[in-house]
């Protein structure tokens, strides 16, 4: 059991830095919930749902990836500690990186049934900040030393 959730967790993190939308989405069961804790996530049910918004959400994650920093596994559950790094395209590619923690559960044919998405949205939130400010003074000719 905790070797078919540990193969879940690793082939949903692998298609994910593939930027693979049907892939990723062929990780997930039919009714699949995934909740963002973060008031900035978007909380969905169901796979056709989740897939719908995988495109959008690759396109302005840019260089979307994710390294895994720790994982634990438990019977059916995982938890899925990461460093999450992206160019966010409406935000005129600023750089973000941000340390989260998936919460997983798997169900009995391999497919994650249930994410809980941990992250600290008031951090990418400052991270935009400094972007948006240093290419503000970038654009006025001075500089930060």
Avoid at 14 to 22: E, P, Q, S, V, W
Wanted: net charge neutral.
């Amino acid at each position: 059991m905790e070797e078919r959730t540990r193969a879940a967790a690793l082939r949903y993190l692998a298609a994910l830095n593939r930027h693979d939308a049907d892939a990723v989405a062929a990780c997930v069961a039919e009714n699949f919930v995934n909740e963002h804790v973060s008031s900035m996530g978007r909380d969905v049910v169901g796979r056709e749902a989740y897939r719908e918004r995988l495109d959008g959400f690759l396109a302005d994650f840019a260089d979307l990836k994710y390294v895994m920093d720790d994982l634990v596994i438990r019977d059916v559950r995982a938890v899925l500690a990461y460093t999450m790094s992206f160019r966010l395209v409406p935000a005129g590619h600023a750089p973000v990186r941000v340390r989260g923690v998936f919460r997983l559960w798997v169900d009995a044919d391999g497919l994650i049934a249930r994410r809980i998405d941990y992250w600290d949205g008031s951090e990418v939130r400052r991270q935009l900040a400094a972007a948006s400010s240093s290419a503000s003074s970038a654009g006025s000719g001075t500089s930060a030393v």
